[in-house]
């Protein structure tokens, strides 16, 4: 897996493509699914999303949210 770096400041559009991880570096947010459920996610922690799943990530604190996400080299 290459890791690219991504900043969410409020929160991102729908992601809807392949299996990927992320880690989250910093600050303190949600991985939000289809239903509006939210996960809550801090510094240190993963998520794992699978293909087709729907989701989102909101930033929850008054600071950056940062995390780097993990995608299969081929969907570079």
């Known amino acids: 897996m290459n890791f690219n770096s991504m900043l ?8 809807n493509f392949i299996f990927h991880m992320n880690y ?7 991985l939000v699914n289809e239903n509006g ?10 998520a794992l999303i699978n293909p087709d799943e729907k989701h989102q990530y909101r930033n929850k604190g008054d600071k950056p949210f940062k995390m780097i996400c993990g995608v299969p080299k081929e969907f570079e």
């Open 37 to 46: 459920e939210e996960q809550p996610l801090k510094a240190g922690d993963f």
């Open 24 to 30: 989250i570096i910093e600050g303190t947010g949600a």
């Open 8 to 15: 969410f400041s409020n929160f991102i559009e729908w992601i």
